[in-house]
């Protein structure tokens, strides 16, 4: 166990765990994109698809808490990761120069990463942890969206996600050694299309509840 923790712990190791956990989570938006894109169909469907998810039971609350532990381990090696950096580079440079494929995604990453943990723990604290039935839940949604200042909020925090996915989606894929010359501009241009459509199609929802449905 020992020998597992420590490799693990080496550069390489935490890397490839925020390679391997930022990869989790991606498929999870892509699900959750999916289920939350009934909200455009109205209550009856939303309700369905909430209904049937909660059917899995036991299931779901084992995916829970992976998500959770994945979590927990992405912000910790995360923060490790920024704050080794910025040790070895305690001052910064005269000049700000854009090398080495530097991007918006990858300069802001780990305050992203912040900003995403605020806006997931506030969600959660709206709708998970919120007293609703299936049924009550379409109302619960289109009540706490229709407020303008959650729309702001909901909607900055898709554009972080976006940026953030921009960045990791690419550098996941880099870490587990898909850097090749043939690949990584696939990879990359792959990474802005899937950024795209987790910031517009979550972004867009509150926008629709509010203002067309």
């Given at each position: 166990?020992?020998?597992?923790?420590?490799?693990?712990?080496?550069?390489?190791?935490?890397?490839?765990?925020?390679?391997?956990?930022?990869?989790?989570?991606?498929?999870?938006?892509?699900?959750?994109?999916?289920?939350?894109?009934?909200?455009?169909?109205?209550?009856?469907?939303?309700?369905?698809?909430?209904?049937?998810?909660?059917?899995?039971?036991?299931?779901?609350?084992?995916?829970?808490?992976?998500?959770?532990?994945?979590a927990i381990i992405h912000i910790i090696i995360g923060t490790v990761l920024f704050l080794t950096n910025?040790?070895?580079?305690?001052?910064?440079?005269?000049?700000?120069?854009?090398?080495?494929?530097?991007?918006?995604?990858?300069?802001?990453?780990?305050?992203?990463?912040?900003?995403?943990?605020?806006?997931?723990?506030?969600?959660?604290?709206?709708?998970?942890?919120?007293?609703?039935?299936?049924?009550?839940?379409?109302?619960?949604?289109?009540?706490?969206?229709?407020?303008?200042?959650?729309?702001?909020?909901?909607?900055?925090?898709?554009?972080?996600?976006?940026?953030?996915?921009?960045?990791?989606?690419?550098?996941?894929f880099q870490t587990l050694g898909a850097n090749h010359p043939k690949y990584m501009p696939f990879i990359?241009?792959?990474?802005?299309?899937?950024?795209?459509?987790?910031?517009?199609?979550?972004?867009?929802?509150?926008?629709?509840?509010?203002?067309?449905?």
């Amino acid at each position: 166990m020992s020998w597992f923790f420590s490799t693990f712990w080496t550069s390489i190791g935490k890397k490839l765990m925020m390679a391997i956990t930022g990869l989790c989570f991606i498929g999870f938006l892509t699900m959750h994109l999916i289920g939350n894109l009934t909200l455009y169909s109205g209550q009856g469907l939303f309700t369905s698809y909430v209904r049937h998810l909660h059917a899995l039971g036991p299931l779901i609350t084992v995916a829970e808490w992976g998500l959770l532990l994945f979590a927990i381990i992405h912000i910790i090696i995360g923060t490790v990761l920024f704050l080794t950096n910025l040790m070895a580079r305690p001052i910064r440079y005269k000049v700000n120069k854009n090398a080495g494929g530097r991007t918006i995604g990858s300069e802001t990453q780990p305050y992203t990463g912040y900003i995403i943990l605020a806006f997931i723990i506030i969600h959660l604290i709206n709708f998970h942890f919120a007293v609703h039935t299936n049924e009550s839940l379409y109302g619960l949604v289109s009540t706490v969206l229709a407020s303008p200042v959650y729309i702001c909020g909901y909607v900055f925090a898709m554009i972080v996600v976006a940026f953030h996915i921009s960045h990791g989606f690419w550098s996941l894929f880099q870490t587990l050694g898909a850097n090749h010359p043939k690949y990584m501009p696939f990879i990359q241009k792959a990474g802005i299309a899937i950024s795209l459509i987790f910031g517009v199609g979550f972004g867009f929802i509150p926008i629709f509840i509010s203002f067309f449905a």
